[in-house]
Structures are given as C-alpha cells and as structure tokens.
C-alpha cells in the first residue's frame, strides 16, 4: 500500500518560529527596560527626598531656588546616565523621548509630593524654629535669661523665622514665578500682628482682608499648597502653643530682677 506524503508548509513554520522568538525578544528587552526605569526612579527618589525635606525645614528666603536648582541637577544627571544606559536597545527616538520625559515628570512629582508632606507638618516646624531661635543666641548658646535681654526683639525674630516656613509650605515653587505671599503674611501676621484698630494703616487691614481667601495672587489652585485662611489659623496656633515660651522668659527676668 501506498503511503501518501504530507505536504508541509516549511515558510509558515518559519514564521511563526521567528514570531515566537520576537515576541519573547521583546518581552525580555521590555522587562529590563522596566526594570532599568525602576532603578532609576529609585535613584532620583533617594536623590530629592532627604535634601527636599531638609530644605524645606531649613526656612531659608532661597528655599524654592534651592530645590529648583537641586532638581534640574539630580534629573539632568539621572537623564544623562539612563540615556547611556539605554543604548544598547533598539528603540525609536519618540520612545526614548517619552522615558526621558516619564522620568523628568516623575523627579517633579516627587518634589511636589514630599512637599505638601512637609506642609502637613509645617506647625510642627515653625515651633522647632521659634525655641531654635528664642532659646539660642547669636552664637548658637543656650540663652540665659540676666534681665539684659530685649525679650520683644528676640520674639519678633523667632516669629519672623517660624512665618518664613509657613510662607515656603504655602505652594509649590517650582515655576520661576513671582508671588506674594511672603509680603501677604508678613505684613497681616507679623507687622499687623493680626489685631487691626481703627488707628492703625488702611494698608495693614487690607492686607489682613487677603488672609480671608481660599487662594494666592498669581498662584494657581494646583500649586497652592496651604490656603491664606488656613495660614491665619495656623499662626493664630502656633502663637499660642509658643505663649508659653515667651511668659517663662519673661518670668525669669523678673526672678532675677523683681523691681
């Protein structure tokens, strides 16, 4: 009996073999790829988040130009490595230039995020600021309290200090843009000392009235980080939670002088 011959197909079996191989080509290249985009996430999240948090509790006028240009540093850095890094893939320039941006968007969102952490803190902050500050001299040695002192001046300073942080956790600065919070909060809360009487400047009252808002002059909702009414009540907080402080200095100075 005659045995028929199959009839094989050879150029369809040799495609889908090289199909087979591709596809599993493109799934290991797309798993080092992720791979590789998560390390270096986690090397701009390491990069950003201590010497964000650091910034922000430090209360400097430059904070915001600080992290501006700590975050163009650490990213164009972190680009330049992971462009080198991924050279050796055969990818198109519009993919590449979508992970560069997924990366840049990412060390942003970080500066933002950890931001608005350090702003949920931001009463906590401006009190370490005040008892750094009042209880210290110029000389960074614990004060003691001889009757010499100028309790007043020491207290406008501290506050000054501890009003600098709040105005930094206000909003997100990333954008070079101009504001006015910093002059807002500074002439309502600590040159108006928010309490307004009929004598005093038209100019103070107004700027008191700018308190009594939900957002900021030439501040987009999306960057406001703590709203002009939230700040009146947390410095109308922070100055009682820092009463205490003052009333004790005040105390000892009249201990060691009683008339």
Same mark, same amino acid.
């Given at each position: 009996?005659? +045995? ?80 080198? *890094? ?7 320039? *519009? ?37 750094? +500050? ?26 000054? *200090? ?8 206000? *909003? ?11 002059? +807002? ?75």
């Amino acid at each position: 009996a005659a +045995i028929e011959q199959a009839h094989w197909d050879a150029s369809k079996v040799q495609e889908k073999l090289r199909r087979d191989i591709d596809g599993h080509a493109s799934s290991v290249c797309s798993a080092k790829l992720s791979e590789l985009v998560a390390n270096y996430e986690k090397q701009l999240s390491k990069a950003l988040t201590e010497p964000v948090e650091s910034l922000l509790e430090g209360g400097g006028k430059d904070t915001w130009a600080s992290i501006r240009r700590l975050l163009k540093h650490v990213t164009e850095t972190a680009v330049s490595k992971f462009l080198t *890094a991924i050279s050796g893939f055969e990818l198109d320039q *519009a993919t590449i230039d979508n992970m560069v941006q997924d990366l840049r968007d990412y060390a942003r969102n970080m500066v933002e995020k950890k931001a608005r952490e350090e702003a949920g803190k931001v009463l906590i902050h401006m009190k370490d600021r005040f008892s750094t +500050i009042f209880s210290h001299d110029n000389e960074s040695m614990p004060r003691v309290w001889t009757g010499k002192e100028d309790i007043k001046a020491i207290t406008k300073d501290a506050r000054a *200090a501890s009003l600098r942080i709040l105005s930094i956790s206000a *909003a997100v600065r990333l954008e070079e843009k101009p504001d006015n919070i910093d002059n +807002i909060l500074f002439s309502s809360l600590l040159d108006g000392n928010m309490a307004v009487t009929s004598s005093q400047d038209r100019s103070i009252v107004t700027s008191a009235d700018r308190l009594a808002s939900s957002t900021w002059e030439e501040v987009s909702p999306k960057d406001t980080v703590i709203t002009p009414v939230q700040c009146k009540s947390l410095w109308r907080q922070f100055k009682a939670e820092t009463e205490y402080t003052v009333t004790q200095a005040i105390s000892a100075q009249d201990t060691v002088f009683p008339f």
